[in-house]
């Protein structure tokens, strides 16, 4: 026996609970901004600028003895999460992470988070020497100066930008612009609420976050194009039917299909946010969260500005006269 998410022929009246969830999408995306212009986002390392040194923890050894063996050695807080190796020879890792440092006397700002970065490692090596923990290792380490930070912000901003508008156009190309504005609506709703989630639950916002919005907006374009293709086929097919129904139709017809891949989705997902350690939660965090309010988003988001925008077009082509000719009698 199959399992089903969705009963077969159902008549739900979704677009009757439109004007609802148009004012907690709105709702949701000024609490968003809000979040966004007070709080704003923890910038991880990729953005602020920083260093991140991964060691191999040595036995018998916890996060403060790490913590114990760098202190001094940087100006500001050292954060320093544990994690786990993968593969049958799997370690215990310590991940050492700084914000950007402060110049000191004949450094520049480029040279100093380098500086920094030696000072910890041999702060590191002289704890912990090999003939006393044979199992340390320093496995990688990165310094990301305030210059390149802002280059990868920028860089991350505009593949955002350039993935909406070259979405903007597929869509305007396969269907009609009214489509194109509301399928851009959705993903515009669905990132712009995911960052201020990442605001105010205050994960780290770094270039994982980015790839998860970029897969929130194939996510949800991929949904919304899948409605939308029925919600053409139906207009079409019921030319009498009010706009209104005519999207009931469609979202009834394709919700089984939208719940199955949405359900399965989540499953992969959580197991991540679950086992995959501090490295993966902020990134397996936003896409659980893009998964869900993208589901939302095609369903409610997406068809009722389709809605709102004037009439679409639904194959109602004149018929030509042919002069002279005047019917069959």
């Known amino acids: 026996m199959l399992l089903r998410l969705w009963p077969e022929n159902t008549k739900v009246k979704f677009m009757s609970f439109r004007m609802v969830a148009l004012v907690a999408s709105v709702v949701a995306l000024v609490g968003s901004a809000i979040m966004l212009s007070t709080r704003g986002l923890n910038l991880g390392i990729d953005f602020a600028g920083g260093s991140v040194i991964e060691i191999v923890q040595p036995e018998g050894t916890t996060a403060d003895d790490v913590r114990a063996a760098t202190a001094g050695m940087v100006s500001g807080e050292v954060n320093i999460n544990s994690a786990r190796g993968t593969g049958a020879n799997a370690v215990d890792l310590a991940v050492i992470r700084f914000k ?5 006397e004949g450094e520049d700002a480029e040279s ?8 910890v490692r041999a702060a590191l090596t002289e704890a912990f020497p090999l003939e006393t923990y044979p199992d340390f290792a320093i496995r990688s380490s990165a310094a990301v100066g305030p210059k390149v930070s802002a280059e990868l912000f920028r860089s991350g901003v ?3 930008g350039v993935a909406l ?10 269907f009609q612009w009214q489509y194109a504005l509301g399928a851009v609506s959705a993903l515009f709703h669905d990132v712009f609420i995911t960052m201020g989630v990442f605001a ?5 916002f770094n270039l994982a976050t980015i790839a998860a919005l970029l897969t929130i907006v194939g996510y949800s374009m991929n949904d919304t194009v899948i409605v939308f293709d029925r919600v053409r086929e139906e207009m079409r097919k019921y030319k009498k039917l009010e706009a209104s129904q005519v999207v009931d139709l469609a979202i009834n017809a394709t919700m089984s299909r939208t719940l199955l891949t949405s359900t399965t ?5 959580l197991s991540i946010f679950i ?3 501090d490295v993966l939660r902020g990134m397996s965090f936003a896409l659980i969260f893009g998964v869900i309010v993208g589901t939302y988003s095609s369903i409610f988001v997406a068809s009722t500005v389709l809605l709102m925008l004037p009439s679409l077009d639904r194959g109602d082509k004149p018929k030509r006269e042919v002069e002279g000719f005047q019917g069959v009698g």
């Open 165 to 174: 508008l070259l979405m903007t156009i597929y869509i305007t190309l396969r």
């Open 100 to 104: 950007t440092q402060i110049p000191r």
């Open 265 to 269: 989705t989540l499953l992969a997902l």
């Open 158 to 160: 505009t593949a955002l």
């Open 200 to 204: 105010l639950t205050g994960f780290e």
């Open 275 to 277: 086992f995959g350690g």
């Open 112 to 119: 100093a988070q380098q500086n920094a970065n030696n000072r």
